[in-house]
């Protein structure tokens, strides 16, 4: 682990300033990548190939000391369509349902608490112009309030950190659980997804404090976002990220050949491993 020790010292030399956002290193080597993904929860892994195999060795070489579960990648090309905008549309049971085109999220929460812990990005084809990346790290922006001298910061988090509100993706796999939540193996695990809502069964005047609570971390949340700065993930690159504390997203494009793998996977660490066949894609994250 040599390598993977000097690739850590000198990424702290660089600093990331207090802030929740940074441009991952890039290194070539799966140890360097993992001794980093495990400290800062993003690195860029050079040199990884474009095809199916390619993608799924990727996770296996950068978490295999973590025994993971892979299911087959999946491909990813979105066309037309995506500028940079406001989302609005329905979705069953979710009043005022819109997404700000920037707010980064966390992926697989069709799986419901059992989503991923661990994300890939393989990028085949880079757009023309648009769609780079960002990350933003969900530990930077809780630690402050848990460490603040403001009562109603330290309030707001232990909100996010013990009350449970609806997580549930409609039709996919329930979750009623913290913003904040313990994987049982020291890892918090965070989320923000556009369906975060209050439970129903509390009195109104507590489902309005709880609204505004999410409302604060979906602000916060794509405040940093907004903030984050953009990287272009090139041929060959690969994304690995913690998804129990990164959030992640691009920007918009109109190029229709982009195209990447997406890859989860599930370690020894995860909450649990869902039940069933697995999928790198939340359309098949059927309840079982």
């Not at 390598?3 to 290194?27: C, D, E, H, I, K």
């Not at 971390?217 to 990287?231: G, K, L």
């Not at 069933?276 to 939340?282: A, E, I, P, T």
């Amino acid at each position: 682990m040599a390598n993977g020790t000097r690739a850590l010292a000198a990424y702290v030399n660089l600093t990331m300033n207090g802030t929740s956002s940074f441009v991952p290193q890039r290194v070539a080597d799966p140890a360097e990548a993992f001794a980093l993904l495990r400290a800062h929860g993003a690195v860029i892994l050079t040199d990884s190939g474009s095809s199916r195999d390619d993608a799924r060795g990727i996770a296996q070489n950068v978490l295999g000391s973590m025994s993971p579960v892979i299911p087959d990648p999946a491909p990813i090309k979105e066309g037309a369509g995506n500028r940079d905008h406001s989302y609005t549309g329905t979705m069953p049971g979710v009043d005022d349902f819109r997404v700000p085109f920037q707010t980064g999220h966390t992926d697989g929460f069709a799986y419901g608490d059992a989503y991923p812990d661990f994300i890939f990005l393989l990028c085949i084809r880079a757009a023309t112009s648009g769609g780079e990346s960002f990350t933003v790290d969900t530990y930077a922006l809780l630690d402050p309030l848990r460490d603040s001298a403001d009562p109603a910061d330290r309030e707001f988090y232990a909100f996010l950190t013990t009350t449970p509100v609806v997580q549930t993706e409609p039709t996919f796999r329930p979750s009623i659980a913290p913003v904040v939540h313990d994987n049982g193996h020291g890892r918090r695990m965070t989320r923000w997804t556009p369906v975060q809502r209050p439970e129903e069964r509390h009195d109104a005047a507590t489902i309005a404090q709880h609204a505004a609570w999410l409302d604060r971390w979906r602000t916060m949340c794509y405040d940093a976002s907004t903030a984050a700065p953009r990287f272009t993930l090139q041929p060959g690159e690969t994304i690995c990220l913690d998804n129990y504390r990164m959030l992640h997203g691009r920007t918009g494009f109109n190029d229709i050949e982009r195209s990447l793998w997406r890859i989860w996977a599930w370690t020894t660490e995860a909450l649990q491993v869902p039940e069933g066949m697995l999928f790198s894609d939340s359309r098949y994250a059927v309840t079982p």
